[in-house]
């Protein structure tokens, strides 16, 4: 028997799932093979016929508009948004990630596990914003879109596409960032360096006989303070 897919807006097709989004928790994932978080994303639906599947998309951003700073904090991410007057004209959102899943079929509600890898690259704005909070919440939105997929009339299936305006917004602890870190590289960041870069302080620790790069930082940094 052949299965036939179409998409809705036929006079057979019914109402298509009308769906919310929530995020009920985030936390680290402990055994992945990178630093990684796991949210719990809550889908509802409000009206409309079971829902076969769902085939989502979604883009996390840092809301950063939405939270208040210090002036210490603000030091720390003016490397992002700048500093003095620069700070108020420069502040705005980032993104963060964009990322996809698929959700098996649901009548009410389920929830579901996104994954967002966390990288410790401070060439990135996210992760420079994330290392300058020392507390708080970080503001996040995410925006979800994809294809809805459930059953119509006479057995058929229907697709209807989700659009980008559904949304969840999350309060997410800065602790929980920290904790992610912490148990990936405890006491620990990453600084990349171009390769030149990388050569000249290579050789500098092997003339000296450094037994670490923390040690040929600190070699460097003293003699930079010293002049």
């Known amino acids: 028997m052949e299965a036939s897919i179409s998409v809705a807006g036929g006079p057979d097709a019914g109402s298509a799932p009308d769906l ?16 990684t978080l796991l949210f719990a994303i809550e889908v509802s639906q409000t009206s409309g016929p079971p829902v076969r599947s ?7 951003r840092i ?9 210490e ?25 964009t990322t996809s899943l698929n959700l098996p079929g649901f009548e009410h509600q389920t929830i579901a596990d996104l994954h967002i890898p966390c990288t410790y690259d401070f060439e990135v704005a996210a992760s420079k914003y994330l290392h300058g909070l020392r507390d708080g919440e970080v503001p996040l939105e995410l925006l979800f879109s ?13 697709v209807a596409l989700l659009p980008w305006e559904k ?13 992610l870190m912490d148990h990936y590289f405890p006491r620990e960041a990453w600084l990349r360096l171009g390769a030149e870069s990388f050569d000249r302080l290579h050789d500098f620790r092997s003339r000296r006989a450094l037994p670490s790069w923390d040690r040929t930082i600190e070699a460097l940094l003293n003699e930079a303070e010293d002049a």
């Open 20 to 35: 919310s989004f929530s995020v009920k928790r985030v936390e680290p994932l402990r055994r992945a093979a990178a630093p």
């Open 54 to 60: 769902i085939a989502l998309n979604v883009q996390v």
């Open 63 to 71: 809301a950063a508009t939405r939270r208040s700073y210090d002036g």
């Open 73 to 97: 904090t603000r030091g720390r991410l003016a490397e992002v948004f700048g500093a003095g007057d620069a700070w108020g004209r420069n502040l705005h959102s980032l993104p963060w990630t």
């Open 146 to 158: 994809g294809s809805v997929f459930y059953g119509a009339a006479g057995g058929g299936l229907r």
């Open 167 to 179: 949304e969840a917004e999350f309060r997410m602890p800065v602790s929980v960032w920290r904790e």
